[in-house]
């Protein structure tokens, strides 16, 4: 099953690559493996998948001894800051940094660990009361400040749009977080680099790509229904 999914994936992110103009090879898909087994995961890994990502500190704590080094965990949940020290040195991006404060103990904790870590900054586009995430208008202070930190570097952007029936919906809330991120690049900001948009789920991430983003996050299209009580919308 995970492979024909993936298949299927692949191929709607071509459509919408070619109805946008873009390439195939400019969006990186992110297999969203979060509340599911290491025996789907090892599937979707022989089925290509190599960019995995999770929503708990401790789901990739559980799983990263347990599969190929090869693969490249993202962190794309919410992250408290005492648990940073944990996945510092495991994963390749980290999605969510929605504060300076946050900011400061990744790149405190990168330093003990001797890394550079990734991030992105995780706006609340559609400014909704149950999701983490900065506001557009407060996200250039941000990336200003954080940027001024030490071995943490800006790669782009990453939202949760709301969860819609009509992928259509959140065309505006993609094309909003694009326009920030053209807005953030035109400032030349040293140690940013707005080159990432993660944006899109299984509902709409071929309307994301249409908009511009170079990495979508896929669980339900990829695996199947999520389990209960995952709070993480449809991923």
């Not at 103009?21 to 599911?36: D, H, Q, Y």
């Not at 995995?52 to 001894?65: C, L, S, T, W």
């Not at 557009?136 to 969860?163: D, N, Y």
Request: charged share 30%; glycine share 6%; hydrophobic share 35%.
């Amino acid at each position: 099953m995970i492979k024909e999914n993936l298949a299927r994936v692949h191929e709607n992110i071509k459509i919408a690559c070619q109805k946008s103009g873009r390439k195939p090879e400019e969006v990186t898909l992110i297999s969203v493996s979060k509340t599911k087994p290491v025996s789907m995961l090892k599937e979707a890994y022989q089925a290509g998948s190599r960019e995995f990502g999770e929503n708990k500190v401790q789901e990739i704590m559980d799983k990263y001894p347990q599969l190929p080094t090869d693969i490249r965990w993202h962190m794309i949940g919410h992250l408290q800051r005492n648990k940073v020290k944990y996945i510092i040195d495991k994963v390749c991006l980290i999605h969510s940094v929605d504060s300076l404060r946050l900011a400061e103990e990744i790149s405190s904790q990168a330093e003990k660990k001797q890394v550079e870590i990734d991030i992105l900054v995780e706006v609340n586009i559609a400014q909704e009361e149950s999701k983490f995430g900065t506001s557009r208008e407060e996200a250039v202070q941000l990336v200003e400040e954080i940027a001024k930190l030490p071995h943490i570097h800006i790669q782009g952007l990453m939202t949760i749009a709301p969860f819609v029936e009509n992928p259509e919906d959140n065309r505006e809330y993609f094309r909003q977080i694009r326009e920030l991120s053209v807005d953030i690049r035109k400032k030349n900001i040293d140690n940013v680099n707005m080159s990432v948009l993660s944006m899109g789920m299984t509902g709409d991430y071929m309307v994301a790509i249409e908009e511009g983003a170079t990495m979508v996050r896929v669980g339900t299209g990829i695996f199947g229904e999520r389990n209960k009580g995952d709070y993480y919308g449809n991923a």
